[in-house]
């Protein structure tokens, strides 16, 4: 039991396959597979989750690893200004400005135990400031493309969350 609503998991989510590229404008582009990922520094936090349908799951404790020290590695061109996170399902992607994508944690623990498919594992995004949208917490994270334009069409994740709504 976590307070989070159970949500049906997109057949092409495959959690044996995970790796998470990092791609776009960026010197760097990276492969990250599961043992990479926990060599960078990881953090813990606790946070309630809203979700704009009307539910909240109170203290949730994620852990995880600081996105800005994946970008760092990545090393993003000084015009990128934006980044698409997208989910390993295929057409849930959204948008962020860089400096909000850098402080946020790509969560791979939920309650102190490695977070489940069912509720975006292996790996789901945390933004880590008190104002961000349910849609912004995309699970099953497999690629975050850097940009140096904001994106439109692709950011499907706000269109797609409200069209769950009555
Ligand atoms: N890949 C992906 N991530 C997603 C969504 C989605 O449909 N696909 N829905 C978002 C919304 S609107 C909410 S409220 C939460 C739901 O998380 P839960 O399934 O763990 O309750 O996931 C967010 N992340
Ligand atoms: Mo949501």
Known sequence: MTGLESHDVPAAVDPANWELRVTGAVADPL????SWLSTFPAET???????V???TAAGLTWRGFR???????AKPTVQSGHALVRAMDGEYACAFPIERLASAVLATELDGEPLGVDHGGPARLI???SESDCWESVKWV???EILES???DADTAE??????IE
């Open 31 to 34: 492969r990250i597979d599961r």
């Open 45 to 51: 936090f606790t946070q309630d989750f809203e979700c």
């Open 53 to 55: 349908e009307g539910w």
């Open 67 to 73: 996105v800005g020290h994946l970008l760092e590695r």
């Open 127 to 129: 933004p880590t400031e």
């Open 142 to 144: 497999a690629e975050i």
């Open 150 to 152: 904001e994106p439109t």
């Open 159 to 164: 269109a797609l969350a409200l069209s769950r």
